[in-house]
């Protein structure tokens, strides 16, 4: 009985370094039906090319004309791997390295548990690799997010698998047949929040989401995003949480918004007096395009305008 072909997919976009030193911790996993995708986000530096030259040989690089996010970029590779009938789709980000045996644990687990559709692993801190960052968790339909157990060392919480309602996309193991029933990532959201709302359609087609933590990867938090531009996280999950909540709980979604505007309404009297300004600009910028139905990739519509404000 031959054993169920894997596909890992991985987006890179401006971090090739991050990337390969991902791609040589996957080449020492214990599990061999595998094959690694990486999706690149349209990299400057010719980086799909210094890619395909390096690794070529076994990773498939699927090159893409412009930045499609997390969500259309993850797609892309979902519907390679879809096309070429892998039984189980791996989303991994890139920033993140693996312990050898992390996947065969989470493979076993869809025979341990039949009515799974996501499996995912305890994901540590790269930098303190005894901590914990996510380990799944809950969506909240109030804060229209989801939320992880997350921040403590490994020796302060149990080892036991866990039924969560919502892992985070920096590393899940999905089911085909999850994406032929609920299908893909929603590309409205293009960054941050995408996972949530996966995981939300996948609990209310009737799969269970599991978390193992037996199965350990590390993450280099943050490093894809938040170096390069701190009001880019922010703008997104503000913008796609209002989304998220008019999406999924209409009829808390008043509350929901409520709830949100004046959190930010709060924070935004801290980072008036801190002098993080841009973090005012970015949700303010964040509602006015939820309100104006401008979804997907649209942080340029904020930056367009403080540059015509300053020329």
């Known amino acids: 009985m031959s054993r169920p072909l894997v596909h890992i997919i991985t987006l890179n976009w401006n971090s090739f370094n ?20 990486i999706v690149d986000n349209n ?35 979902i519907k390679y791997s879809l096309e070429k009938k892998a039984d189980y789709i791996l989303l991994l980000n890139n920033d993140t390295t693996v312990e050898p045996d992390f996947l065969e644990i989470l493979l076993n687990t869809f025979e341990t548990y039949p009515q799974a559709g996501i499996v995912a692993p305890r994901i540590n801190y790269y930098n303190e690799p005894k901590k914990i960052w996510s380990e799944g968790g809950k969506v909240s339909w109030i804060r229209s997010s989801g939320f992880a157990y997350s921040d403590k060392l490994e020796t302060e919480v149990n080892s036991v698998d866990r039924s969560v309602s919502f892992v985070s996309g920096c590393c899940m193991l999905i089911k085909y047949e999850v994406f032929l029933r609920v299908g893909l990532f929603d590309e409205n959201f293009f960054l941050y929040t995408e996972d949530t709302d996966l995981c939300l ?3 209310k087609a009737g799969f269970n989401i599991y978390v193992i933590p037996r199965s350990k990867i590390f993450h280099k938090v943050g ?11 922010l703008y997104y999950t503000t913008r796609n949480r209002l989304y998220f909540a008019k999406k999924n709980f209409r009829n808390t979604y008043a509350i929901t918004v409520t709830y949100i505007f004046l959190a930010m309404v709060l924070k935004s009297f801290i980072w008036l007096f801190s002098g993080k300004i841009a973090n005012i600009k970015a949700v303010r910028q964040a509602f006015k395009d939820f309100y104006a139905d401008r979804m997907g990739k649209t942080m340029h519509t904020f930056y367009s305008s403080q540059r015509n404000k300053n020329d």
């Not at 991050?18 to 995708?37: P, R, V």
């Not at 070529?56 to 969500?71: K, Q």
């Open 43 to 77: 990299s400057l530096q010719n980086e799909s090319e210094k890619l395909e030259k390096n690794y070529g040989d076994r990773v498939h690089i699927i090159p893409c004309t412009e930045n499609l996010g997390f969500a259309g970029g993850n797609n892309v590779g």
């Open 201 to 203: 359609r996948t609990i």
């Open 18 to 37: 991050d990337t390969s030193e991902l791609i040589e911790s996957l080449f020492k996993i214990s599990y061999d039906n595998h094959k690694i995708i």
């Open 223 to 233: 490093s894809s995003t938040k170096n390069r531009n701190t009001a880019l996280p």
